[in-house]
């Protein structure tokens, strides 16, 4: 089966960098992506790296390395609006068109 | 509008006690998906659906069922409820082969007693 494992928790100010962290253990998948959900909210999608490399959409990038079984998605120039739960999701190979996501990571922006 | 709608937004049923929980999308989309979120569990597949009459297990799909009779619907059906199925639940949809990027419809509260 697949597992990502993200941190549970990370806290920042407004106008820092965060990066959030999403290592994986499956054997092939077609690629990683990046949603974001508020409390209360439904999750939005955010970003989809199917290469290796940086994507860059805004303030949001998010990176994957197949050899390393590890992406991140880097929030810069953080706002309060940004205070949110982030998810890693993969659709593995080996599993059909399951989607499989992170436990999710919570970021707090402070003042 | 483009969206994925979800009926009813909260539900308390109790044990034993068949019930249906709505999906529909107005996006055309082939693929649709039903998750329940638990604290701590991140966002668990249940279902999923390729297209009309094509559908297949997800992570967690024991004590639900889906069906998939029209493009735009994908209702999800628990015949006999248990207070362990309490959960928030999303329907979300995608076109076939961007799977990676789904919409989430609202979501709807459950509550099993």
């Known amino acids: 089966g697949q597992s990502l494992e993200q941190p549970s928790e990370v806290t920042a100010v407004e106008g820092a960098i965060v990066q959030i962290n999403c290592t994986y253990q499956?054997?092939?998948?077609?690629?990683l992506s990046w949603y974001q959900q508020h409390d209360g909210g439904a999750p939005t999608f955010l970003s989809y790296?199917?290469?290796?490399g940086l994507e860059e959409t805004g303030r949001f990038s998010s990176f994957l390395s197949r050899s390393d079984s590890y992406g991140y998605l880097l929030l810069q120039e953080l706002q309060m609006k940004d205070s949110a739960s982030y998810f890693c999701?993969?659709?593995?190979?080996?599993?059909?068109?399951?989607?499989?996501f992170g436990g999710g990571t919570r970021v707090l922006v402070k003042p | 509008e483009a969206q994925v709608t979800q009926n009813p937004r909260y539900l308390i049923t109790v044990t034993g006690k068949k019930l249906t929980v709505t999906c529909s999308q107005n996006?055309?989309?082939?693929?649709m998906s039903w998750y329940r979120q638990d604290p701590g569990l991140g966002l668990r597949q249940i279902y999923y659906?390729?297209?009309?009459?094509?559908?297949d297990k997800g992570d967690v799909p024991e004590g639900y069922k889906v069906s998939r009779k029209e493009k735009r619907n994908f209702p999800l059906i628990l015949e006999s409820p248990s207070p362990n199925q309490t959960s928030l639940y999303f329907c979300?949809?995608?076109?076939?082969?961007?799977?990676?990027?789904?919409?989430f419809g609202p979501g709807t509260r459950l509550t099993v007693t």
């Open positions: 999701a993969v659709r593995a190979k080996a599993a059909g068109n399951k989607l499989t």
């Open positions: 790296n199917a290469l290796d």
């Open positions: 659906s390729m297209n009309v009459e094509v559908t």
């Open positions: 996006m055309n989309h082939e693929y």
């Open positions: 499956t054997s092939g998948f077609y690629g």
């Open positions: 979300a949809s995608s076109f076939k082969g961007r799977e990676y990027e789904q919409y």
